[in-house]
T-cell receptor
Framework: AQSVAQPEDQVNVAEGNPLTVKCTYSVSGNPYLFWYVQYPNRGLQFLLKYITGDNLVKGSYGFEAEFNKSQTSFHLKKPSALVSDSALYFCAVRDMTGGFKTIFGAGTRLFVKA | GAVVSQHPSRVICKSGTSVKIECRSLDFQATTMFWYRQFPKQSLMLMATSNEGSKATYEQGVEKDKFLINHASLTLSTLTVTSAHPEDSSFYIC??????????????FGPGTRLTVL
């Protein structure tokens, strides 16, 4: 069965430090992987997507994610965090080998302190 | 950037009634629209994908007769929750994706609609 895990409910980081938001997944075939962000009082925003090709995917607002097939992970990263990055982040996986199910993680709240 | 609106932003209805939620792409033509449901624990569920002029594709486990989706034009998709019950209370979010090209994977999300069924 498909699943997505975001093992951390909350991540705290100081402004200027690198940040990582973790995501691991389980699917039967080759997945499509996504990261979304939800800012307070604003709608969801698409950050980035992995389909195939280079394992390092670059997205919006300086974020990037690394697809690691052996570890079934797709961690979101940013070299230098900003206070404005504080938000709720969702990882999602779509199994393209059967059905149309897209599974979202429970979300990780990122707090960046000045 | 591209703007997606939803109407209404909040709705309260009695159990057994039907509620329609509109999703509009204001400054671009959306060939594909998506409907999501966000649960109180903040996890998101993709409910269905709709392409203009064709029937929606529902995710496994989503009741097609319960959640009616219509994508009649390139700028409007509607979600109708039929015979709503308290367990349908949730936050519904739509998303629109523009026509082909290098930006095909970019989705623009609406602000969401909070449905409360009494």
């Amino acid at each position: 069965a498909q699943s997505v895990a975001q093992p951390e409910d909350q991540v705290n980081v100081a402004e200027g430090n690198p940040l990582t938001v973790k995501c691991t997944y389980s699917v039967s075939g080759n997945p499509y992987l996504f990261w979304y962000v939800q800012y307070p009082n604003r709608g969801l925003q698409f950050l980035l997507k992995y389909i195939t090709g280079d394992n390092l995917v670059k997205g919006s607002y300086g974020f990037e994610a690394e697809f690691n097939k052996s570890q079934t992970s797709f961690h979101l990263k940013k070299p230098s965090a900003l206070v404005s990055d504080s938000a709720l982040y969702f990882c999602a996986v779509r199994d393209m080998t059967g059905g149309f199910k897209t599974i979202f993680g429970a979300g990780t709240r990122l707090f960046v302190k000045a | 950037g591209a703007v997606v609106s939803q109407h209404p932003s909040r709705v309260i209805c009695k159990s057994g009634t039907s509620v329609k939620i509109e999703c509009r792409s204001l400054d671009f033509q959306a060939t594909t629209m998506f409907w999501y449901r966000q649960f109180p624990k903040q996890s998101l569920m993709l409910m269905a994908t709709s392409n203009e002029g064709s029937k929606a594709t529902y995710e496994q486990g989503v009741e097609k007769d319960k959640f009616l989706i219509n994508h009649a034009s390139l700028t409007l998709s509607t979600l109708t929750v039929t015979s709503a019950h308290p367990e349908d209370s949730s936050f519904y979010i739509c998303s629109a994706r523009g026509p082909g090209g290098s930006r095909v994977d970019t989705q623009y999300f609406g602000p969401g609609t909070r449905l409360t069924v009494l």
